[in-house]
């Protein structure tokens, strides 16, 4: 096991020199990954998929298979995370334990998958916080007509604000994630007990035993596994805080111990909300036929028939959504600067760039900006369109999970290059749990780009594909044309002088390949 005396052994091992400021602190990383990933509050945004592709027994039998399926992708991460804590996260670890000869083009893809996912979320985070006050206007205000161009605007302001938070306020930035994780368990409580005590209940073969299919598939598996977009969903993000891990006291502790935990508490949180949920539905054609965009605010309202206690719930998840905002915000625009430093990204010195007076990458924070209002301008012309990006999110996440964890588990068989583990470890349940995430993993990314409805047209195809295949086209192009000749994986910047108690990795990418390399 490898002892590190400092952060900065630890990043130094990795072969990093310490650029950004440490102040994150365990709780202030607990908040912002059980913020990020926003279980019950994303589970309210989306829940209607699910109900349409399975029904009640899809929502909660999908669910639970996706909370334990997403605990082996933390448990794989958190044990990389502890090896190497380090901001790129997935693809410095996918070729730290790939073979030499492929380290530079399975990086170089992981880079690209998980930047992709990540502006994706940010986008998506975007759009349903907008919609969701969309949803709340229609709900108070009769009169109001929804139009697109008003949740476009909406979400570029948002982006902005939360662009701003990340830089001018960067310092408050750890206080601020950690009231978001407090103000997301409390809402649930409040939100979770409002329910529970005001809605006319359901009978429980409505809630255990309902199927539906209504998305015309041949098949119930079928519609089964394509309801498992709204959990995967709700629980896509757990790499959220590893990005963080250059900036965070005792990271490869914390890191580890803030996933786990984040998972632990979203899942159990959103399981118990996801039943009070469904025992609340009494009336599911009033349920789906409202006209505010959400059925979830229906659900609210049928629960406690009171127009303010619904309108004050929807809040309280519009709440949480923006505060998480500015996590996704800050830890996507580290992979983009960690990538960029490692010459992944076109223009990869402007974007790599700190700058002094905040110590942020402040040239990412604004590109992030830049794409989400981009990206919000296709609202304008499509919805349907744009929702793709919730499906391309949860792809592009899952095979970022999946790259780096195969390349893990199959390193655990190199007895010429053996694991040297951190001090969180899953010890001899390692392999077991990668395997378990892969399979998972797997699974979602050959039924998350499904169609949701039967037959396809244009407003209910899923463009999760063709949009995730363009991004990897773009990819493939520029390292053809250009990072083939500059991008040979993770960068050496230092050679650690750590003393025998801070052992170094060996597996540390060097920053040339060479021939002799390989052979070893």
Not at 63 to 70: A, D, E, H, M, W
Not at 311 to 333: K, W
Request: glycine residues 8%; neutral net charge; contains cysteine.
């Amino acid at each position: 096991m490898t002892v590190y005396s400092s952060d900065a052994a630890a990043l130094e091992a990795a072969g990093k020199k310490q650029v950004l400021k440490r102040e994150w602190n365990f709780w202030a990383l607990l908040g912002m990954s059980a913020c990020t990933l926003c279980t019950w509050e994303a589970t309210s945004a989306l829940f209607a998929g699910a109900y349409s592709n399975g029904g009640p027994a899809s929502v909660v039998y999908g669910f639970i298979v996706s909370v334990l399926g997403t605990l082996c992708i933390a448990g794989s991460f958190a044990e990389m995370a502890s090896i190497s804590p380090i901001a790129g996260a997935q693809y410095h670890w996918s070729a730290e334990h790939s073979p030499v000869r492929w380290r530079a083009i399975i990086s170089y893809v992981q880079g690209w998958v998980t930047i992709t996912g990540w502006v994706a979320a940010v986008a998506s985070v975007c759009f349903l916080i907008a919609t969701m006050i969309q949803g709340v206007a229609v709900l108070n205000y009769s009169g109001y007509e929804a139009k697109r161009w008003h949740a476009t605007l909406m979400m570029i302001g948002f982006a902005g604000i939360a662009a701003l938070g990340n830089t001018y306020g960067k310092k408050f930035l750890p206080l601020w994630e950690t009231l978001g994780g407090f103000l997301h368990v409390l809402f649930f409580f409040i939100v979770f007990i409002a329910i529970l005590a005001t809605s006319t209940k359901a009978s429980n073969k409505d809630v255990w035993g309902t199927f539906i299919n209504a998305g015309g598939w041949s098949s119930d598996g079928v519609s089964f596994c394509i309801g498992f977009l709204t959990p995967a969903f709700a629980l896509a993000g757990v790499d959220a805080v590893v990005h963080m891990s250059e900036e965070a006291y005792n990271a490869p502790l914390n890191i580890p111990r803030a996933m786990i935990w984040s998972v632990t508490i979203n899942g159990l949180a959103g399981f118990v909300y996801i039943i009070t949920i469904l025992y609340a539905i009494t009336d599911t054609d009033a349920v789906f036929a409202t006209p505010t965009g959400y059925p979830i605010i229906a659900v609210f309202l049928q629960a406690t028939n009171n127009q303010k206690a619904a309108t004050a719930m929807i809040t309280a998840v519009i709440i949480v959504f923006t505060m998480n905002l500015f996590g996704c915000t800050a830890s996507v625009s580290r992979l983009i600067w960690a990538f960029a430093r490692d010459h992944g990204l076109p223009f990869s010195g402007f974007f790599s760039h700190i700058t002094p007076w905040n110590k942020c990458p402040t040239n990412a924070v604004v590109s992030i900006f830049v794409s989400v209002s981009l990206l919000s301008l296709i609202n304008i012309g499509s919805t349907t369109a744009f929702n793709a990006l919730i499906s391309l999110t949860t792809l592009g996440f899952y095979f970022s999970y999946a790259i780096p964890t195969v390349m893990f588990a199959l390193r655990r068989y190199n007895t010429s290059n053996p694991i040297s583990f951190g001090p969180w470890t899953m010890g001899k349940f390692g392999l077991a749990i990668n395997v378990l995430a892969v399979a998972f993993c797997i699974f979602l990314i050959i039924f998350l780009p499904f169609p949701p409805y039967l037959p396809v047209t244009g407003p209910n195809m899923n463009y999760a594909s063709p949009v995730f295949g363009f991004v990897m086209i773009c990819a493939t192009l520029n390292y053809v044309l250009r990072a083939r000749k500059k991008f040979t994986g993770p960068i050496k910047e230092v050679s650690s002088e750590t003393s025998s108690e801070e052992v170094v990795h060996e597996s540390v990418i060097p920053e040339k390949q060479t021939a002799s390399s390989e052979s070893s």
